[in-house]
């Protein structure tokens, strides 16, 4: 690309938009930042088809519905790479998830190029293509940005829209095309990106290590606010408590001022401004009754003869990813196969592609309707007196 066009005019996006109607698909991305803020702020969008690339300006458009419309229309796909990131963007802005989408990233995986391969990675794979990585530290914020940087940001679309073809074909030549509509309609879900101030405490760093259901009532009660606080404040939410000092005052539970401004790693300016609130949080939790106190999901806990079967299923689940030429991370993990071991119904190999390629298999094989046997030194799965065919 000798020039990127830049839109920061009406006039320029309602005729780019205009040019777009009717396309079966097109490549998007944007870029963003966030180290200030609770939600993303949005800075630039980049489109590209096989015949133009553009890179959209949302901080001086104040009027993106044309490309909006497009974002929505059920006609067009939108084509991009680890998506979850954008698409959360479109749904804090629009209050809905764009759609019909298709992810390259977790394409990749059915084609053999690995579990969630980055894309640079995946161009060189597909394209051949060594991309530029100069610019990956860029304040997309700035204005007006260098003609090197809207090359950079054109590029993770300009390429993206000369692989999909080539990836779609593939896909749809081994017959796997259907298999990711399961992925990227859960990809689709808005409760995906719906912040729940609810439940956020399951996801703090070393929940797990917390002892004693009051505890836990304190550290739901701490990151309840914290969330609250940081989305009323578009904060992030390390800049109010970080996850550690969450734990610590969920251990020591202190009960005045003086106690928890000794607490390690508590901002200043959040004992002075919220040191009365976190105390009757802290407070409220340590009191909380035991019916009403959270619990952490139960782990998945083994026999030893179930580990066993964890075990060898991990060198049939090695064995089905070889012959279909994946990489087995990108089918399950350790856990997924103790879900499966263990009953788990929910389990993620027994939905979508996943079932079809290898939890099926493993399924008959843990129910003794299929056996495992060495020939020629490989692994093979045999059904009843008959070999695997």
Not at 70 to 81: G, R, Y
Not at 321 to 339: C, F, G, Q, V
Request: charged share 30%; glycine share 6%; net charge negative.
């Amino acid at each position: 690309m000798e020039t990127v066009p830049f839109i920061d005019q009406p006039e320029a996006l309602k005729a780019f938009c205009e040019r777009l109607k009717g396309v079966d698909w097109f490549a998007l991305d944007t870029e963003f930042i966030r180290e200030k803020t609770y939600y993303p702020q949005l800075c630039l969008i980049q489109v590209a088809t096989p015949e133009e690339v553009a890179c959209i300006d949302p901080l001086n458009l104040e009027d993106l519905s044309p490309l909006t419309h497009l974002l929505f229309d059920p006609n067009i796909t939108k084509v991009l790479h680890a998506a979850s990131q954008d698409l959360e963007i479109f749904f804090h802005q629009q209050g809905r998830v764009p759609g019909p989408i298709f992810d390259t990233q977790v394409a990749a995986s059915l084609l053999g190029h690995g579990d969630q391969v980055g894309y640079g990675k995946l161009i060189q794979l597909v394209l051949g293509v060594e991309l530029e990585k100069g610019q990956s530290r860029t304040d997309w914020a700035q204005r007006p940005l260098e003609t090197i940087q809207l090359r950079y940001a054109a590029d993770d679309v300009h390429y993206l829209a000369r692989a999909y073809p080539l990836m779609r074909q593939a896909l749809e030549d081994n017959g796997r095309l259907a298999w990711l509509e399961d992925d990227f309609q859960r990809m689709q879900d808005p409760r995906t990106y719906q912040p729940d101030p609810e439940t956020i405490w399951r996801r703090l760093k070393g929940i797990n290590t917390l002892r004693g259901e009051q505890a836990l009532a304190v550290a739901r009660n701490l990151a309840r606010w914290r969330e609250q606080e940081a989305m009323r404040l578009d904060r992030p939410r390390r800049w109010l408590l970080q996850d550690e000092v969450i734990l610590d005052l969920a251990r020591r539970k202190p009960r005045d001022l003086k106690t928890l401004e000794r607490v390690r790693g508590l901002a200043e300016q959040t004992a002075r401004r919220h040191g009365d609130t976190l105390l009757e949080l802290i407070r409220e939790g340590a009191q909380c009754p035991s019916a009403d106190c959270p619990t952490l999901p139960p782990r998945t806990r083994l026999e030893a003869d179930q580990e066993a079967l964890v075990d060898v299923a991990m060198g049939l689940l090695r064995h089905l990813a070889l012959k279909n030429d994946i990489s087995p991370a990108a089918i399950a993990t350790r856990r997924d196969l103790e879900a499966l071991v263990s009953g788990d119904p929910d389990c993620s190999l027994l939905q979508g592609w996943r079932a079809r390629l290898a939890g099926r298999e493993l399924s008959t094989w843990l129910r003794g309707e299929t056996g495992l046997s060495v020939r020629g030194h490989q692994l093979t799965l045999t059904h009843g007196e008959n070999p695997e065919r």
